[in-house]
Structures are given as structure tokens and as C-alpha cells.
């Protein structure tokens, strides 16, 4: 089954405003014509006014990093997905690694955000995958099956669908070393057929599933060529306009 490619740059913390506005406009001047594929840009919150301003009108969407899952109330430094939707996003970036391990947060508040996500009309790209200790003692599956089922604990089928998913093996993040593109496709096949045994056969073929970890122009070919690998979340590579145009004009090799 055919699904539509997508695309999305995480900025991390990285970028001043001015940056953002550098960075976004070389991009928008670049994506006049990606009908075929989703392109999604995630500054920090600082920048994400701006950047929605400057993509109006353009064919890149904007993504949050990160939401707490409350609407609104005293949370000192949190930012709610009503404040993210009013801002213009349309995704949210949940449960990255970087947030399990620097924030400590687990499977149950991901999938509190999640929910949270969704109750305001946002896409979550729910973030997932195995550190090299789990993947040397042969635990990946394992692991992979536990955070899909925790995160994704009492959903909807409607909202599973809508979900994007990102297999973001943590020892390949950051680091230059990215999963062959067998064991990428070993471990999105594996995630699918975990969704058609949760839910059902249509609904594991409708999700997207990217994958995410040193993507750079040279491997996404390879990596978009596998057929459970349906787009890329792109860290370090997504910082410069031309590796990330790249990157998203990967058909065109
Ligand atoms: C990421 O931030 O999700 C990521 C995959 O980073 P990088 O592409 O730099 O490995």
C-alpha cells in the first residue's frame, strides 16, 4: 500500500529567531512544488510564531517538539497543545529520547500526551525505539512492543490512524550511525504487524511509520526504498537548508 511520504526536520535547540527565519525561508523558497510528500519543520517554541508566519501559504507544516498534557493551568514552564494549536501547529513531537532521558519521561505520560495531542485536533509523531544495550541483549522487539503498547494504552482505531509513528533506535541518534536499511525495515515491519495484531490489518497498512537517526541526503534513497519505511525524522541534517531539501527531494535521487 501506498503512503504518502513524510518528511520532518527536529531543530532541537537550535536556532535564534533570526536563524528560524534564515533557515525557513531558503526552505520555502525551495518547496514550491512537494505535492508528493508531507515537509514538516519543528523549531524550538521560541522560533514557532515566526516560522508559522513566514510558512503560510507554503507547502511546510509546522510541528512542536514536545506539550504538556493539561489545556491550561499552573504548570511553570509548560506549554499546552491548545497554546501549540493556536500558534498554527498541526504535529507534535512526543516522547522523544531525549525527553525520556533527560526528563525522565515514561510510556505513561507520553501516552497522556498523546491523548492530549489528539484532544485538540494535533497529529502526535510518537517517538519509539531501543537503545544499544537492548538491542545487543537481543530485547529490540521486546522493547518496541512494550513502548507501542503503553503509549499507545486505551486509543481509539480512528486515532491510532491518525497517528505518525517514529522508529528513532536510540544508538543511531546524533551519532553518524545510522540502522542499515534492513534493520530499519525490520523493526517498522515488526511494528506493523504488531498494529494488525492490536487492531487490524487496515489500520497497521494506513499508519506511517519514519524512521529516525543520522539521516542524511546520502541514505535516505536507501531507506525510503524499504516498504514499511515511510518517511525520515531528520535531527542534525535538517539544521542546513541544502542537506534537508535534500533529503526531501530523496525521489529524485
Ligand atoms: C532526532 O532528533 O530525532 C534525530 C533522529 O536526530 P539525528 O538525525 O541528528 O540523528
Same mark, same amino acid.
Given at each position: 500500500?501506498?503512503?504518502?511520504?513524510?518528511?520532518?526536520? !527536529?531543530?532541537?535547540?537550535?536556532?535564534?529567531?533570526?536563524?528560524?527565519?534564515?533557515?525557513?525561508?531558503?526552505?520555502?523558497?525551495?518547496?514550491?512544488?512537494?505535492?508528493?510528500?508531507?515537509?514538516?519543520? $519543528?523549531?524550538?517554541?521560541? $522560533?514557532?510564531?515566526?516560522?508559522?508566519?513566514?510558512?503560510?501559504?507554503?507547502?511546510?507544516?509546522?510541528?512542536?517538539?514536545?506539550?504538556?498534557?493539561?489545556?491550561?493551568?499552573?504548570?511553570?514552564?509548560?506549554?499546552?497543545?491548545?497554546?501549540?494549536?493556536?500558534?498554527?501547529?498541526?504535529?507534535?513531537?512526543?516522547?522523544?529520547?531525549?525527553?525520556?532521558?533527560?526528563?525522565?519521561?515514561?510510556?505513561?505520560?507520553? !501516552?497522556?500526551?498523546?491523548?492530549?495531542?489528539?484532544?485538540?485536533?494535533?497529529?502526535?509523531?510518537?517517538?519509539?525505539?531501543?537503545?544499544?544495550?537492548?538491542?545487543?541483549?537481543?530485547?529490540?522487539?521486546?522493547?518496541?512492543?512494550?513502548?507501542?503498547?503503553?503509549?499507545?494504552? !486505551?486509543?481509539?482505531?480512528?486515532?491510532?490512524?491518525?497517528?505518525?509513528?517514529?522508529?528513532?533506535?536510540?544508538?543511531?541518534?546524533?551519532?553518524?550511525?545510522?540502522?542499515?536499511?534492513?534493520? $530499519?525495515?525490520? $523493526?517498522?515491519?515488526?511494528?506493523?504487524?504488531?498494529?494488525?495484531?492490536?487492531?487490524?490489518?487496515?489500520?497497521? !497498512?494506513?499508519?506511517?511509520?519514519?524512521?529516525?537517526?543520522?539521516?542524511?541526503?546520502?541514505?535516505?534513497?536507501?531507506?525510503?526504498?524499504?516498504?514499511?519505511?515511510?518517511?525520515?525524522?531528520?535531527?542534525?541534517?535538517?539544521?542546513?537548508?541544502?542537506?534537508?531539501?535534500?533529503?526531501?527531494?530523496?525521489?529524485?535521487?
Amino acid at each position: 500500500m501506498k503512503r504518502r511520504p513524510f518528511i520532518a526536520g !527536529n531543530w532541537k535547540m537550535y536556532k535564534t529567531i533570526d536563524e528560524a527565519l534564515v533557515l525557513v525561508s531558503h526552505l520555502k523558497e525551495a518547496f514550491l512544488e512537494e505535492k508528493n510528500v508531507d515537509v514538516v519543520v $519543528a523549531p524550538p517554541f521560541t $522560533a514557532l510564531k515566526v516560522v508559522s508566519d513566514q510558512i503560510k501559504d507554503s507547502v511546510i507544516q509546522l510541528s512542536a517538539q514536545d506539550t504538556f498534557w493539561e489545556e491550561s493551568g499552573a504548570y511553570t514552564g509548560e506549554i499546552s497543545p491548545a497554546m501549540l494549536r493556536d500558534v498554527g501547529c498541526r504535529y507534535v513531537i512526543v516522547g522523544h529520547s531525549e525527553r525520556r532521558r533527560y526528563f525522565r519521561e515514561d510510556n505513561e505520560m507520553i !501516552n497522556r500526551k498523546i491523548k492530549a495531542t489528539l484532544n485538540f485536533s494535533l497529529v502526535p509523531i510518537v517517538c519509539i525505539g531501543e537503545s544499544l544495550e537492548e538491542r545487543e541483549m537481543g530485547h529490540t522487539f521486546n522493547v518496541i512492543e512494550r513502548q507501542i503498547n503503553e503509549c499507545l494504552y !486505551n486509543l481509539l482505531p480512528d486515532e491510532v490512524k491518525s497517528l505518525i509513528i517514529a522508529y528513532e533506535p536510540i544508538w543511531a541518534i546524533g551519532t553518524g550511525q545510522t540502522a542499515t536499511d534492513l534493520q $530499519a525495515q525490520e $523493526a517498522h515491519q515488526f511494528i506493523r504487524q504488531l498494529l494488525s495484531s492490536l487492531y487490524d490489518t487496515h489500520l497497521a !497498512n494506513v499508519v506511517r511509520i519514519i524512521y529516525g537517526g543520522s539521516v542524511k541526503p546520502d541514505n535516505i534513497g536507501g531507506l525510503m526504498a524499504q516498504p514499511d519505511i515511510d518517511g525520515a525524522l531528520v535531527g542534525g541534517a535538517s539544521l542546513n537548508a541544502p542537506s534537508f531539501i535534500d533529503i526531501v527531494r530523496f525521489e529524485r535521487g
